[in-house]
C-alpha cells in the first residue's frame, strides 16, 4: 500500500487556497528559490563569480599571494592567525599586541562631541540612511588619518590578516560605530545585523574590533559562535537571509557556546563573520563605542559579471590600499 502522508497535506494545502493566493504563495517559493542559488551572492552565482575572477585575474592573485608568502611574520601575528582558523576568533588588546594605545584615546576624543546622543538624536542625524541605530564617527570626521590607520596598518595586523587570508590583505571600510542606549525592545527598523547571519559575500574574512570605552553586557556586545559550532548546514533555511533568536534555537545552534564581546578599553577582536554565525549590537542601556575594520582577499574586489551585467564591488580606500602594498614589498603597486 502505497504512503500518501505528504501528497495528501500537499493536496490538502492546495484546495484550501485559491487559485490568487496559491499563485502569490508559489511566486514567493520561487522567488525565494532564486535568491537562495541565483541572487548576487546565490550558492550558485557566488561560485561562478569566485571561478570567473580567479581565471581572469590568476596574475594579480598569484602576486598578492607571493609577497606574502616571501614576508617574514612574527610567531605572535601566525599564533594569532592559527587560532582564527582552528576557531574563527582572537580576543587580545591593544597592549597584549604591542601597539601604541593612542589609538584608545583618539577615538574616546571623537566621541566626547556625542557622548550625550541618544537614539532619537541618532536617527535624526541619519535619515535617508540604513541602520539609523548607529553613528560612524570616523565618516562624521571625514576619515583623517590618525592613530586610526597607525592601528590597522601595523604590521602585526596585516600579518595576522594575511597571513590567514594567505595573501597580501586588502581593506575595504574603516568605521567608528557609536550605538546609543536602545531603552525598549529594538524597533523593526533597526533589526538588520542584529538578527543572526553570515557575512556570505565572500568565503573569508577578518574583521577587526576594537573597544575604546570598553564594554560590558549592558552596552549590547556583539555576539557569536565560535567556528566548531556554526555549521552552515544550519543557514539552508535561511540563505541569504537572517534568522531571530527563536528560529536560531529550532535550528539546533547551541546558545550556551555564544562569545560576547566584552572587555576593558583597548580590547580586541578578529574574527571571521564569513564563517561564524553572529548578531551585531542588541538592545542596551549603556552605549557602545566600537572601531571596525573589514579585511579580505583582492578576489572580493575584482569586478565580476551577473549574466549581462558587470558588477562594480565597493570602492575599497584606494589609496590605503596601494599603501599596503608597499608595506609588503611591492615596488610597483597595484590594488
Same mark, same amino acid.
Given at each position: 500500500?502505497?504512503?500518501?502522508? %505528504?501528497?495528501?497535506?500537499?493536496?490538502?494545502?492546495?484546495?484550501?487556497?485559491?487559485? $490568487?493566493?496559491?499563485?502569490? !504563495?508559489?511566486?514567493?517559493?520561487?522567488?525565494?528559490? *532564486?535568491?537562495?542559488?541565483?541572487?548576487?551572492?546565490?550558492?550558485? !552565482?557566488?561560485?561562478?563569480?569566485?571561478?570567473?575572477?580567479?581565471?581572469?585575474?590568476?596574475?594579480?592573485?598569484?602576486?598578492?599571494?607571493?609577497?606574502?608568502?616571501?614576508?617574514?611574520? #612574527? $610567531?605572535?601575528?601566525? %599564533?594569532?592567525?592559527?587560532?582564527? %582558523?582552528?576557531? &574563527?576568533?582572537?580576543?587580545?588588546?591593544?597592549?597584549?599586541?604591542?601597539?601604541?594605545?593612542?589609538?584608545?584615546? #583618539?577615538?574616546?576624543?571623537?566621541?566626547? $562631541?556625542?557622548?550625550?546622543?541618544?537614539?532619537?538624536?541618532?536617527?535624526?542625524?541619519?535619515?535617508?540612511?540604513?541602520? /539609523?541605530?548607529?553613528?560612524?564617527?570616523?565618516?562624521?570626521?571625514?576619515?583623517?588619518?590618525?592613530?586610526?590607520?597607525?592601528?590597522?596598518?601595523?604590521?602585526?595586523?596585516?600579518?595576522?590578516?594575511? !597571513?590567514?587570508?594567505?595573501?597580501?590583505?586588502?581593506?575595504?571600510?574603516?568605521?567608528?560605530?557609536?550605538?546609543?542606549?536602545?531603552? &525598549?525592545?529594538?524597533?523593526?527598523?533597526?533589526?538588520? #545585523?542584529?538578527?543572526?547571519?553570515?557575512?556570505?559575500? /565572500?568565503?573569508?574574512?577578518?574583521?577587526?574590533?576594537?573597544?575604546?570605552?570598553?564594554?560590558?553586557?549592558?552596552?549590547?556586545?556583539?555576539?557569536?559562535?565560535?567556528? *566548531?559550532?556554526?555549521?552552515?548546514?544550519?543557514?539552508?533555511?535561511?540563505?541569504?537571509?537572517?534568522?531571530?533568536?527563536?528560529?536560531?534555537?529550532?535550528?539546533?545552534?547551541?546558545?550556551?557556546?555564544?562569545? *560576547?564581546?566584552?572587555?576593558?578599553? &583597548?580590547?580586541?577582536?578578529?574574527?571571521?563573520?564569513?564563517?561564524?554565525?553572529?548578531?551585531? #549590537?542588541?538592545?542596551?542601556?549603556?552605549?557602545?563605542?566600537?572601531?571596525?575594520?573589514?579585511?579580505?582577499?583582492?578576489? !572580493?574586489?575584482?569586478?565580476? /559579471?551577473? %549574466?549581462?551585467?558587470?558588477?562594480? $564591488?565597493?570602492?575599497?580606500?584606494?589609496?590605503?590600499?596601494?599603501?599596503?602594498?608597499?608595506?609588503? &614589498?611591492?615596488?610597483?603597486?597595484?590594488?
Amino acid at each position: 500500500m502505497v504512503k500518501l502522508g %505528504a501528497f495528501q497535506n500537499f493536496a490538502d494545502l492546495t484546495m484550501s487556497l485559491s487559485l $490568487p493566493d496559491l499563485s502569490r !504563495t508559489s511566486y514567493r517559493k520561487l522567488r525565494s528559490l *532564486k535568491m537562495r542559488y541565483f541572487g548576487e551572492v546565490g550558492y550558485i !552565482t557566488r561560485q561562478l563569480h569566485r571561478l570567473e575572477v580567479h581565471v581572469r585575474e590568476r596574475a594579480r592573485i598569484a602576486k598578492r599571494r607571493t609577497l606574502m608568502a616571501e614576508r617574514s611574520v #612574527s $610567531p605572535q601575528a601566525v %599564533a594569532i592567525a592559527r587560532d582564527l %582558523a582552528e576557531n &574563527g576568533y582572537h580576543i587580545t588588546t591593544v597592549a597584549a599586541l604591542g601597539l601604541d594605545e593612542s589609538v584608545i584615546s #583618539s577615538c574616546r576624543d571623537l566621541y566626547t $562631541p556625542y557622548d550625550s546622543l541618544d537614539l532619537a538624536g541618532v536617527i535624526a542625524k541619519r535619515q535617508g540612511k540604513g541602520k /539609523r541605530y548607529w553613528i560612524d564617527l570616523y565618516e562624521e570626521f571625514g576619515q583623517q588619518r590618525m592613530p586610526v590607520l597607525d592601528f590597522l596598518l601595523s604590521d602585526i595586523v596585516l600579518d595576522v590578516c594575511g !597571513t590567514y587570508l594567505s595573501e597580501v590583505p586588502v581593506l575595504d571600510y574603516i568605521t567608528l560605530l557609536l550605538t546609543p542606549p536602545q531603552g &525598549g525592545t529594538i524597533a523593526d527598523e533597526c533589526r538588520a #545585523s542584529q538578527d543572526w547571519h553570515l557575512d556570505n559575500d /565572500r568565503a573569508q574574512r577578518v574583521k577587526v574590533f576594537m573597544l575604546p570605552l570598553g564594554a560590558d553586557a549592558e552596552c549590547g556586545p556583539t555576539m557569536f559562535l565560535p567556528k *566548531k559550532f556554526s555549521d552552515p548546514s544550519n543557514y539552508r533555511a535561511f540563505y541569504p537571509g537572517y534568522f531571530t533568536d527563536q528560529q536560531f534555537k529550532q535550528s539546533g545552534l547551541d546558545e550556551s557556546r555564544i562569545v *560576547k564581546f566584552t572587555g576593558e578599553p &583597548g580590547a580586541v577582536l578578529f574574527f571571521d563573520t564569513s564563517t561564524l554565525f553572529h548578531c551585531g #549590537s542588541r538592545t542596551a542601556s549603556k552605549p557602545r563605542l566600537m572601531l571596525c575594520a573589514d579585511f579580505g582577499p583582492i578576489s !572580493t574586489y575584482l569586478p565580476h /559579471r551577473t %549574466a549581462a551585467r558587470t558588477i562594480w $564591488p565597493e570602492s575599497c580606500l584606494p589609496e590605503i590600499n596601494l599603501e599596503i602594498m608597499r608595506k609588503f &614589498g611591492a615596488t610597483r603597486p597595484k590594488i
